[in-house]
């Protein structure tokens, strides 16, 4: 096999995750391919758009250490890079005081009570009597999404990967040496290409149970949906006050519907309040209208409610986005190895449930390290826990870890 087509590590998946997992095995040393099925960049996926939050209020604590040792890689990327993907500000939980998973999260991200009064003057209606609004003072900010994946691409280049879109894997087969060792795996491409890896990382999205059931005859629990980012506008002379420059946070209202935002930043005099939920959807035979409607009027219901006197909602938003989260039954990642007659040669990155982009570099570094060295050796120092996304979590089990709603 001519030397070209035999890497260290073979990452398949160019969004943020593949990405990530790139540079990171690069930067260890490791001679790598990164592989796309589309066009670099492309909207098809989870890793498109404009904006995405980061924040630590989690209600499960084994997810506030994965997003502070992601802050600290974002930030190192940012200065190999030489420029900025990442806004940061405060988060804002708002919710009734008897949920549970609000109460945790304001705990976990650090969180303290405030008047949101005082805080925003007139922004917010939110009633005084049983709900609660805690603000993380350090625990917010905005990542540029399209605009970091490409980041990360460069950075895995410049330390030597190599990156090939338009190029669809159909096959990963275990390859055996004469003497019956093991000889790593080879990928088989759409067009009858084949690539030699040592290690394989498979970070596909959406497309990972069809990958996965193919290769390896595993079933993974993992339904995509289909999602939509929604901008609406900002009500004239509020402008200043609903945009990042001025202070505005980030925030998650809990309970139904789940509605999250950013502050006004990537499109002046819009801000995006998006639901967390999406109808269920093929990757591959997507009905781009679908869960329209729904979306928009949970959130205009929502603004109507909460942000009426910043936010107009007549006519509805101003600008649609699709994107697809990729959900588990208990909206906890799948990080581990594939197993089986793979062993360790195959490392999945999946199920991210439409709350991993801001852990991207984290989760590259852990599954980089658990190809090469076979452990992740940085999360584990980072005191990040990973049990709870092993794949067997969902034999006999088919609500994997727990049986809440509340996950992110």
């Known amino acids: 096999m001519a030397a070209e087509s035999s890497f260290d590590v073979i990452v398949l998946g160019a969004g943020i995750m593949g990405s990530c997992a790139a540079h990171a095995a690069a930067s260890r040393g490791a001679t790598v391919l990164l592989l796309e099925r589309f066009d670099l960049l492309h909207h098809l996926g989870s890793s498109n758009g404009l904006s995405r939050t980061i924040r630590d209020a989690y209600p499960k604590p084994h997810y506030p250490p994965m997003v502070r040792l992601a802050r600290r890689l974002w930030a190192g990327a940012e200065a190999d890079a030489g420029y900025r993907v990442l806004t940061p500000s405060a988060h804002l939980s708002i919710g009734q005081r008897s949920d549970a998973s609000l109460l945790a999260a304001v705990r976990n991200g650090g969180g303290a009570e405030v008047d949101v009064g005082e805080r925003w003057p007139g922004v917010f ?3 005084v009597d049983g709900w609660v609004t805690a603000v993380s003072e350090l625990g917010g900010g905005v990542l540029n999404a399209t605009k970091a994946v490409a980041m990360f691409q460069a950075l895995a280049v410049s330390k030597g990967a190599v990156v090939r879109d338009n ?10 040496t004469t003497g019956g060792g093991n000889g790593g795996v080879r990928v088989v491409t759409s067009k009858g290409e084949e690539f030699h890896g040592a290690k394989c990382i498979v970070t596909v999205g959406a497309w990972t149970s069809k990958l996965v059931k193919s290769v390896a005859g595993v079933d993974l629990p993992i339904q995509p949906l289909h999602m939509l980012s929604l901008y609406w506008k900002i009500k004239p002379g509020h402008e200043h006050e609903l945009a990042a420059e001025a202070g505005f946070p980030t925030f998650s209202s809990h309970g139904d519907p789940h509605v ?12 995006k309040i998006n639901y967390d939920s999406g109808p269920p959807c093929d990757p591959d035979r997507r009905d781009w209208s679908s869960g329209v409607d729904d979306a928009a009027t949970r959130v205009a219901q929502w603004i109507e409610e909460f942000m009426p006197g910043h936010v107009e909602t007549a006519g509805g938003p101003v600008v649609r986005q699709s994107c697809m989260y990729s959900m588990t039954p208990d909206k906890d990642f799948v990080i581990d190895f594939l197993g089986g007659e793979f062993g360790q040669d195959v490392v999945i990155g999946a199920g991210f449930s439409g709350h991993g982009f801001k852990m991207g570099p984290a989760v590259g570094i852990i599954l980089a390290e658990m190809a090469i060295h076979g452990e992740a050796r940085t999360a584990a120092e980072a005191g990040v826990e990973l049990h709870h996304f092993r794949i067997n979590r969902f034999e006999g089990n088919p609500t994997g870890n727990n049986n809440s709603n509340n996950a992110d």
């Open 125 to 127: 209606r939110v009633p």
């Open 167 to 176: 190029t669809e894997v159909v096959g990963i087969v275990r390859n055996h």
């Open 260 to 271: 999250y935002s950013t502050p006004s930043l990537e499109l002046p005099g819009l801000i």
